[in-house]
């Protein structure tokens, strides 16, 4: 892949500002989670997934990028491992607009790693990448030359928590305890009430 120019990738942002382009609609990740839970099927058949709109240096940048956000922990898989990186290929089928924000925020993500440490973002030590992502992690901090990668980076990690917690693995990772049958519905647990400074007697 040849060097991409800062002015390359900021004229990618520019005809599709990163916060208004990533944006989707809840049916739209639930339908892309669907596919990707097709997709984890096939490949459990022997049907290796292959991303139709990233490309394969993309596709890379972006299974680290996530799991930067969501690391694999003692209580959960990382965000490839729920299939985050399959469900933003799949949301970016047929919506230009998501796709040049998509590839012009990669971009620019390489650009300024080339800038800082002459390698793309994925050459780059997991140190490197670490302090790039501190630098763009945070938009209150962040300095004004990095505003186009900060808008970029906060709406793919929007993009990953949504693709990370609509998964089985990340309800499970949430605890959360709804969609169950209960039998008999006795009440509020009194720890749960307690926390809460409240009681059925107020």
Known sequence: MKRITRRTALKF???????????WTMAEAEAAREQVEQSRAAAARGTAFQPKFFTAHEYAT????????IPKDERSGSATDAGVPEFMDFMMIDDPRRQTAMRGGLALID????ERFNKRFIECTGAQQRGLLDDIAFPARAPQS????VTFFSS???LTASGFWTTRMGIDDLQYRGN????EWTGCPKEALDKLSVSYDD
């Open 13 to 23: 942002l520019a005809s599709a500002p990163a916060a208004a382009a990533m944006s």
């Open 156 to 158: 793919f990690r929007d």
């Open 180 to 183: 169950t049958y209960v039998r």
């Open 62 to 69: 972006v299974r680290v990028l996530a799991d930067h956000i």
């Open 146 to 149: 990095l505003s186009h990668a």
């Open 111 to 114: 650009h300024l790693c080339l």
